[in-house]
């Protein structure tokens, strides 16, 4: 896989194919957009706290695995 050293605004399924590695927020906020969900929505289904969605969205903090749902399962 090729390292982009900047952090894409939009993550695109061609930059994927094309074997470029994007921050998981970015992945998150693309399926996320494109399923038609609110953060709120997406938060409330896993059963996070608020903004904590925004936050992995924007890469400023890492996401941990919760007990009460699955990050894939919520999308």
């Not at 896989?1 to 921050?23: Q, W």
């Amino acid at each position: 896989m090729r390292h982009d050293t900047t952090t894409p605004r939009r993550v695109t399924f061609a930059d994927l194919e094309a074997g470029v590695t994007v921050p998981l927020g970015a992945l998150v906020a693309r399926v996320r957009r494109d399923r038609g969900l609110s953060q709120r929505e997406v938060q409330r289904r896993a059963g996070m706290k608020d903004s904590t969605l925004s936050k992995i969205e924007k890469g400023t903090t890492e996401s941990t695995a919760s007990p009460r749902s699955s990050d894939s399962q919520t999308l």
